[in-house]
């Protein structure tokens, strides 16, 4: 019974250092700040698509790795040595495990995925710069109209 308060324990502090370590980030990967266009303003405008750029996107970690990861390595830990010992290598098991699962989750994200940066010169003047997952049959100087933040052809 106490093996098993020990590890309840060790998951509780495992999981609220760990939530310190997750990315609250809900600004978009290309901000208008790092663009030099205008991207503020109306949700519909019409225009020519200027130019078309593959970037990666970077993948998202949630966590989880980090938290079964611990969880793993304090259940393996905990079948390690007696009294103390065994109390000891239960929080080493669930640090290192952790740690190990954390590594592989973010070397999963590190792969990110494919986005379109397409670049596009409104009728009124002004630049747009909107990135989307696809291109489809888009391409540069065709006529587009943009709709809440995606383009499509007119």
Do not use: F
């Amino acid at each position: 019974m106490n093996a098993t308060r020990t590890i309840a324990a060790i998951v509780v502090a495992s999981t609220a250092v760990l939530s310190g370590c997750a990315s609250t980030s809900t600004s978009p990967y290309n901000s208008p700040s790092n663009t030099g266009y205008n991207t503020s303003g109306a949700t519909m405008g019409y225009g020519t698509i200027d130019s078309i750029q593959v970037v990666r996107a970077p993948g998202q970690t949630s966590g989880a790795g980090a938290v079964i990861g611990g969880l793993v390595g304090a259940l393996a830990g905990n079948q390690v040595g007696s009294g103390t010992g065994r109390t000891a290598a239960t929080v080493a098991g669930a640090v290192g495990g952790a740690a190990i699962g954390n590594k592989v989750e973010s070397n999963r994200a590190q792969n990110g995925q494919d986005q379109y940066q397409i670049s596009v010169r409104l009728d009124n003047g002004d630049y747009r710069t909107v990135t989307q997952d696809s291109v489809y049959d888009l391409r540069v100087g065709n006529r587009v109209r943009i709709v809440d933040g995606r383009v499509y052809r007119y």
